[in-house]
């Protein structure tokens, strides 16, 4: 195969912080012990020697948990072992999320060398970041996660802040883009945070309701548009995708693809599934110990999961904004009487791109053009 993506989970759902929103680990509640322990290196040898050998091209993204758990010896194994294995010209990525607690000096400098690209999750301002983002006593992480980024500033390694929107960040929207644009935070993306997967949605404390994400889209929308016109591009992930998706670019968004695709889920045990948001047994492919990431991938297309996975509202045939919005994130749909799944910010998207669509356009004509 051409390009091989593996999302790894080198410490199952371990964490130093008790996050209140946290998905992955309301998904460990479904599993048969707490989490899947700490990858071994047998498992981690045998996962970078099948995808070497497999693919022309591999990125190796990291998550959690927090994946730093694994400690510094685990990925200087793990870069070693690929840069063994990689044969000439054979290119390797490697990207890794982190809450950006335990980043240090040496961390950093590790990243450094091995052109890690970083994702830190950080909710804004001190007061809304610490208001769910905290270790096991209840303590806020805001300032360890900001001696971290300043670290990663420093040394100028490459990194993007992931913000996750409650009702209270939605509704602070602005504070929050002009917080990161004053940090020199330029490369931003922000995700609806995820009700538990058995809860009625839209009904816990972090819970966001779909009127207060189209508010808070149409106003952030409103202050990227006027930073790329005024020469001070913000790199937002979602509205970066639209423009390129206009150009008749694809997305590389995968909630955007407008279908469930094979994202090779490895966890800490070497077991496979297709999708983070549903690591359960009942949608394990396999294990890298004993098959290929081939079969793997022939093994989820005929699984539940993307059975269930195009099963799409009818409605979306006829939006007019399909072609943009794809029927969103599995994850964000709600299933209908008919076994059809509809997106919980559906009415949201739509009033949105209602509000943005000829000012986007705008940009796409002008990026065409060459005029930026």
């Known amino acids: 195969m051409d390009q091989l993506q593996l999302l790894i989970k080198p410490v199952s759902a371990a964490c130093n912080l008790r996050c209140r929103y946290c998905f992955y680990l309301d998904e ?3 599993w048969k012990n707490t989490d899947f322990g700490m990858m071994d290196l047998e498992t981690a040898g045998c996962l970078i020697r099948r995808a070497l050998e497999e693919a022309e091209e ?3 993204a990291f998550q959690g948990g927090e994946p730093m758990l694994a400690g510094l010896s685990f990925f200087r194994f793990f870069t070693e072992k690929a840069e063994e294995y990689r044969k000439p010209g054979q ?3 490697y990207t890794l999320q982190t809450n950006g607690t335990l980043l240090t000096k040496e961390w950093v400098e590790f990243f450094k060398k091995w052109r890690f690209l970083l994702g830190v999750s950080l909710d ?3 007061k809304l970041h610490d208001e769910n983002r905290t270790d096991a006593s209840g303590n806020g992480s805001f300032s360890g996660v900001f ?3 300043r670290l990663l500033q420093e040394a100028a390694v490459p990194f993007h802040i992931l913000c996750v929107l409650t009702n209270d960040h939605a509704e602070r929207i602005q504070s929050i883009y002009r917080f990161f644009q004053n940090k020199g935070l330029q490369r931003q993306q ?4 995820l009700d538990p997967i058995d809860a009625k949605r839209g009904k816990m404390s972090y819970s966001l309701t779909g009127e207060k994400y189209a508010q808070a889209l149409k106003t952030l929308f409103d202050l990227w548009y006027a930073d790329v016109l005024g020469g001070n591009p913000v790199y937002i992930r979602q509205f970066d995708n639209y423009l390129s998706m ?3 670019g694809q997305p590389e968004a995968c909630t955007m693809y407008g279908r469930c695709t094979m994202q090779n889920i490895v966890e800490a045990d070497g077991s496979v599934y297709p999708c983070d948001f549903y690591v359960q047994e009942k949608y394990c492919v396999g294990n890298v110990k004993e098959d290929s990431f081939l079969d793997l991938a022939k093994k989820a297309q005929g699984s539940s999961f993307f059975e269930k996975a195009e099963k799409r509202d009818i409605r979306c045939g006829d939006c007019r904004w399909y072609p943009l919005c794809r029927g969103g994130c599995r994850r964000d749909c709600d299933e209908m009487a008919d076994g059809s799944f509809r997106n919980y910010y559906c009415e949201a998207y739509q009033e949105f791109f209602g509000y943005a669509i000829r000012r986007m356009e ?3 004509a002008r990026i065409e053009r060459r005029q930026f």
């Open 28 to 30: 460990s509640k479904y």
């Open 58 to 60: 591999c990125t190796f």
């Open 91 to 93: 290119r390797v990525f």
């Open 124 to 126: 804004g301002t001190r």
């Open 147 to 149: 001696k971290g980024i």
């Open 190 to 193: 922000y995700i609806p945070c």
């Open 246 to 248: 206009l150009l008749g």
């Open 362 to 364: 705008m940009l796409a």
